[in-house]
């Protein structure tokens, strides 16, 4: 949502407009890649009690057999760990 206004700011800041466009053209390639790593990180989060994905979820019931995905989960898919709970004790 901010991606054009931000890059628009960040190149007239650091004077990137007079070069012909690479350095934004740079710029936006890292954004893209970030923004990509930081969301296929996100989506395969693993709950820190169960070790399963806490977004993702298999109904494997005969008539269904697909994924379940929330990314709005404010649980654990499969154990119920509410989402900003501290970490269990390891002992």
């Known amino acids: 949502m901010l991606y054009l206004p931000t890059l628009d700011f960040v190149s007239r800041r650091l004077g990137w407009v007079s070069d012909g466009g690479g350095?934004?053209?740079?710029?936006?390639?890292?954004?893209?890649?970030?923004?990509?790593?930081?969301?296929?990180?996100?989506?395969?989060?693993?709950?820190?009690?169960?070790?399963?994905?806490?977004?993702?979820?298999?109904?494997?019931?005969?008539?269904r057999r697909d994924w379940r995905h929330n990314p709005f989960a404010r649980r654990c898919m499969h154990c119920g760990l509410p989402k900003w709970a501290p970490a269990p004790d390891p002992h």
């Open 23 to 63: 350095k934004i053209f740079f710029a936006a390639f890292v954004w893209l890649i970030a923004f990509a790593v930081i969301g296929y990180r996100k989506s395969n989060f693993q709950c820190p009690r169960c070790g399963e994905l806490f977004f993702h979820k298999f109904d494997d019931r005969p008539w």
